[in-house]
């Protein structure tokens, strides 16, 4: 059963149209806010992008102004262009350093796509949407040779998609 709208309703004040400023920017004018160890992991999951997966980098390049590192959670901001980054997707815990960057450069794909989708006059949450998102960062994390382990956790979330224990949309608690 699909179901577009997500269940709970989104604050957009999270989301405030001013921009903090940016600690960098990427060459290709992509803003970066955080502390080094941030901007550093950040560059290294977009060169990995740029190098492998130059399509998803594109699909970025087109909607992602700022990637601001937050302390938990992780959202993109539709209407700004900001994806606030927390932690858990930045450093992904547990895995090697090439794994985290490969999980963050997937991660950064999925949430462009949802900014594409919202500029598209598409709705940029919900079931279809997440199954869209999903769906592109399986395609980037492919290209970019990312663990197995990661694709498999995609597609277990792409094939139950229905599932209400996969819905991690619908939880406002989640906690990356």
């Not at 970025?60 to 601001?68: D, K, Q, R, T, Y």
């Not at 262009?81 to 992904?92: C, D, L, P, S």
């Not at 960062?137 to 998609?161: K, N, P, T």
Request: proline share 6%.
């Amino acid at each position: 059963m699909a179901s577009e709208e997500p269940s709970f309703p989104i604050d957009w004040t999270l989301c405030p149209a001013a921009l903090p400023p940016a600690d960098a920017i990427t060459d290709d004018g992509i803003q970066i806010t955080g502390d080094a160890r941030f901007i550093a992991q950040v560059g290294a999951a977009l060169d990995l992008l740029r190098s492998k997966a130059p399509g998803p980098y594109a699909d970025v390049l087109a909607n992602i102004v700022l990637l601001h590192h937050i302390p938990a959670g992780s959202g993109m901001c539709v209407d700004t262009g900001r994806f606030k980054i927390g932690e858990e997707t930045a450093y992904a815990p547990g895995w090697s350093k090439a794994d985290q960057i490969a999980w963050l450069a997937g991660a950064i794909v999925h949430d462009a796509n949802h900014r594409a989708r919202y500029r598209a006059g598409l709705l940029s949450g919900g079931r279809d949407a997440e199954l869209d998102c999903l769906q592109h960062q399986l395609a980037a994390l492919r290209l970019i040779g990312a663990d197995r382990a990661f694709r498999e956790y995609l597609r277990g979330i792409i094939e139950g998609i229905d599932d209400p224990a996969n819905q991690y949309w619908n939880d406002p608690n989640r906690h990356w």
